[in-house]
Every structure is written in C-alpha cells, then in structure tokens.
C-alpha cells in the first residue's frame, strides 16, 4: 500500500476512533442495548403525548427504508449501498457503514400504533409515535 | 470587552472531546480523491468547510426537529457537532475543491493539480 503511506492523517484518525471508542463507553456506561448499537444510530426521547425516535441513517432513499410496528415493537430496516466504487480506484479509508440493517426498539405499553408518523430529514429518520389518549395525563377536579 | 481580548480569548481549534468524529470514506483515482462524510442530521446551512493550507476541516451541527418538552430516554448521537480535520498531500488542488451534500451525506472532490495526474509514457522502440 504505496499510497497509504503519503496520508499520514490516516493514524490519527485510527487514534481518534480509538479515544472516542473508550471516551463513548466510560461516559454512557454499558446499557442493556450496548455501548453502541450499529447502524443506524438512535436516539430515543418522549413527551407526555408522543414518543420520538430518531434513526440516524444518512444517504439513503426514503422510500426504501421499512418502518414497521407489530405488538409495540417497531422495526427499522433497509439497506445502504456503496457509493464511487470506480475501476481502478484506491479506498484509502473506509469507515462509513455499508450493506443491510435492522434495529428494533420496544415500545412503551400506552401508544396508539395507528398514529405514527415519519419523516426523513438530512439523513436523520425522525419516527413519531402517539400515546392513546386515555393514557394521557389529566387533571382531575375536586368536587 | 474591546475587540482585541475577544480575539485573544478564542481558542485554537482543537480536537477536542465535545464533537462527533463522522465516519468517512475515501477514494483516490487518477483524477483525484473523492471524500464522502456521514453527517446526519446537520442541515445544509449549519455545515462547514474549510480548506487552509493543507489542512481540510469539516464542521457541522446538528438541529433536529425536536418537540417542546422531550426528555431524552437513550442517546447514541450524544453530541450535537461533528468535527473533523484532514490533512492534504501537496499534489491535491485546493483551489477546485467541488462540495455536495445532500440527505446528510457530504461529498467532496478534490482534483490533483496537473502536473500529479498520472501521464502515460510511450516506450520507443529503438
């Protein structure tokens, strides 16, 4: 590898990965899901009426990602295909996720499975899940 | 506070352990290289690129659609900036360096200069 000597950056970029690799895992601690659980990466949050996730999966067709909930569990999977593979070309560095991926997150018991919404936004799948109304909090008056 | 403390106070960019390093690719042809970055959830107006001597940098922040009150159950992206710093062989064109971006993945070509493209050399027969 002739080429890979003239980017020096190349070592540092490992080292990089490395520290993050271990700052990553000291800060979050191990959860039950993993330190990191692949491709994509997802945040999860919630609100009193709704429950957001956020899949981050850039470069992909919107249309060919499967959203799919079945008994509170949804699922998110697709497939991302490799990009500029020239004849001839020399991959010098080769970090960026490719091929198929499925990641499944449970949901909380209270949410309506009828209305969720998605939305694909610079790389990020942003999936939008009601609670059902009765499991809404409400203010009760005292008589 | 005049203007001089203000930039004396900013510091030098580091790398420094607030950013997300983006996973990257990068491939080299005759022509040049050609970097892709994944950079989810930046928009393109909060992406940035640099090129200063021989160094490339590229930052970027990411601005989700977040609802009022949301609290976070589990992170993974547990940063809300990218950044990443490239340094450039001295063959690389910085000047025609072309940029696109879209769906959250950044692509850049950087030409090498005419004299680095590969020439072929005819071999005379004597």
Known sequence: MFHRSLF???LF?????LQRALQQGIEFGPSIR???GGFPALNVGSTPRTVEIYAFAPGLDP???DVQIEKGVLTIAGERKREGAAEGATRHIDERFEGRFRRVISLPDDIDANAIEAKYRDGVLHVSVRRKEAAQPRRITVQ | MSEKTEVARTPEPTRDAGTLLPPVDVVE???GITLYADLPGVPKDRLS???EADTLTIEGE?????????EASHAEVGRPRYRRVFTLSKELDTDKVAAEYRQGVLTLRIPKAEHAKP???DVQVM
Do not use: F, K, T, Y
């Open chain 2, 29 to 31: 042809d005759g022509g």
């Open chain 1, 63 to 65: 249309a060919a990602i």
């Open chain 2, 62 to 70: 990411i601005a989700l659609d977040v609802p009022e009150g949301m």
């Open chain 2, 49 to 51: 690129l640099q090129v």
């Open chain 1, 34 to 36: 993993g330190v990191s």
């Open chain 1, 8 to 10: 020096p950056s190349d």
């Open chain 2, 119 to 121: 020439r072929r050399i």
């Open chain 1, 13 to 17: 970029a490992e080292l990089d990965r």
